[in-house]
């Protein structure tokens, strides 16, 4: 369990390193395309296509990750991400053009992406007796108090030392990945010697393995659901709400310090659901959040619109308390541990998909119709939830629950799916726990 003395070592460095990290994330995340023009010196134009030409060759980091951690193991390739990462920030100052702007920008980029598969695979490799749920949220409340905390001495760095300020972000922020991977690697998690036995397949395995595909098709529902706030809400709330650009950041402060402190106490209340079941819970509010978004149009401008726009915020905080912790802990419950890395890699490209599709999409559906945003949104939120309740009977029923049932290494059969515990796939999931 994630209490025991085997992996209480390992989680205090790890929840350390994972605070650090988004410490220094949070120092220039809220100002990205004006931290790098203003590091670089760059014309705006530039940044902007060399950060949008950047990330797209970024992509191939998450496949490329998941092979990786397969092949030696997921603190390696974190460690490793961290790396990158430290040293294209330490660059940063010295761009002078296009070319180089887009090398540096690619490989923090790649690090980006790769980071997301490794953080989770390697939570899993920490909580194989038990306790995945947990250390799930303990991940998210550490990371959003610290992300928090960063956007507020961001503002105070550029506030007080104007331009200086921004190099003095790249410099914090390389320094932060330097200090989490030191404390990732004083800490006694598994390493490579404790990759999992079995010859690891490929990507084709995991694509042919249909329950969990269906799994990572009401992901993507829900992902795009995550982007609301950052990328759909401001553009609604200007072309239908004529809103005030600062009730956008007050709506998103409420929102980041209610996920830090209320992520404990509903992953708590979760611990006897079935992790499908409490997926499409989540999916449920996610679609009551947005049916109080489109009604907040109706309402008339001032304090009560205001008050319409706080009130489906906070329903829409809900419902990603309510999906964070089950989705991550179930896509690592279903993925064999030969292939854990691929399997979870393929989940993390959800996000990946999101951000390209959104921006364009959100703002397609939006020019046309405002409201039309948040029923498409509702209509595949919940043709997922259907889904996941179909899934809950094909998936192994010891990926559904929380309890710290031990394993058995699975290694993967012809079909991708398994051995042992992918025959619980086509029998009904036992109680929850």
Partial sequence: MLNSPARVPAVRPFLVGMFVDALGNGLYVPLTLLFIQQVTGLPGPMVGLGVTVAA??????????????????????????????????????????????????????????????????????????????????????????????????????????????????????????????????????PGRGARPPGKPGGYRQVLADRPFMGLVAAEQAFTLSHLILSIGLPLYAVSALDAPPAMLGILYTINTLLVAVGQIPVRHLQRHARRTHAMALAGGVFILSFALYAATALVPPGLPRISALVAATLAFTLAELLHRPPSASLAAGVAPHALRGRYLAVHQMTWSVGQVVAPAGFSALVAVSPPLLWAILGVLLAIACAGLLRLSSRLPAEALTASPVRREARDPGPSGQGGEGAADRGRPAGPGV
Avoid: H, K
Wanted: aromatic content about 10%; cysteine-free.
């Fill in 56 to 189: 797209t060759l970024g992509l191939a980091a998450n496949p490329l990750a998941g092979v990786l951690i397969d092949r030696f193991d997921a603190r390696t390739v974190l460690v490793g991400t961290y790396v990158v990462r430290a040293l294209g920030f330490a660059l940063y100052p010295l761009v002078d053009a296009f070319g180089p702007l887009v090398a540096i920008a690619a490989v923090i980029s790649a690090g980006d992406r790769a980071f997301y598969p490794a953080s989770v695979s390697y939570v899993a490799a920490l909580t194989e007796d038990g306790g995945r749920d947990r250390l799930y949220a303990l991940q998210a409340t550490a990371r959003n108090v610290a992300f928090g905390l960063g956007g507020l001495l961001s503002a105070s760095a550029v506030s007080l030392a104007g331009r200086t300020g921004f190099t003095l972000i790249a410099v914090l922020n390389a320094a932060s990945f330097v200090l989490a991977s030191a404390f990732l690697l004083m800490s006694r998690g």
